[in-house]
């Protein structure tokens, strides 16, 4: 059963930044307008793992999906800097640890494994990237009620964290399909 239901429905998720964004209630959305544009040019991406789902290309499996270091004891996907890292020319996605993490965990999952499925796996750490910075930019629209924050502007630097990784993640993304397949 879902623990939380809805939870990483990115369709969902980008409904409900544009409900807070639309409510503005706090009058931040004046200075996040290039976040905001960068979610817009990504809409359609929001839909692609629950369309493959419901298509029934992939199946429904059993994940964590907030494998971040807050949570559990190994270093945090692919990005070498924090999470909340207000400089974001220090923010980097590294491609080879990419390489590490899904040759590791394909080979012992990916006999189980479609082709299809597979290549849902680059989407996957694209859209829980995307995913999580609406989250945080959300949550900041909202007056930062979720996350925990300690100091100001510190959901809109995980937002932008998020971003930074998810456009390096795009740069990257041929080769990131190719690992997987």
């Keep these: 059963h879902e623990t939380i239901a ?7 998720r ?10 503005d209630a706090l009058g931040r959305a004046k200075d996040i307008a290039p976040e905001v544009a960068f979610i817009h040019a990504r809409e359609k991406d929001c839909h692609t793992l629950l369309d493959l789902l419901a298509a029934g290309e992939i199946p429904l499996r059993v994940t964590h999906n ?3 270091i807050n949570n559990v ?3 945090t996907g692919a990005n070498d800097c924090a999470e909340d890292e207000p400089d974001q020319s220090k ?7 990419y390489e590490v993490f899904a ?6 999952a990916g006999a189980s494994m479609s082709p299809a499925e ?6 996957g750490a694209k859209l829980m990237t995307l995913e999580c910075g609406i989250r945080f930019l959300t949550d900041y629209l909202e007056g930062d009620h979720y996350f925990h924050t300690a100091r100001p502007d510190h959901n809109l630097d995980r937002a932008r964290t998020q971003f930074t990784l998810v456009r390096q993640m795009e740069e990257v ?7 997987v397949s």
Excluded: C
């Design 6 to 12: 809805r939870f990483h429905d990115t369709p969902n």
């Design 14 to 23: 980008y409904a409900n930044f544009e409900k807070a964004l639309a409510a």
């Design 66 to 68: 907030d494998t971040k």
């Design 73 to 75: 004891l190994i270093r």
């Design 91 to 97: 923010v980097h996605f590294d491609l080879h640890l």
């Design 103 to 108: 040759k590791g965990y394909l080979s012992t």
């Design 118 to 123: 597979k290549k849902s796996l680059a989407w």
């Design 173 to 179: 993304f041929d080769q990131m399909l190719e690992i």
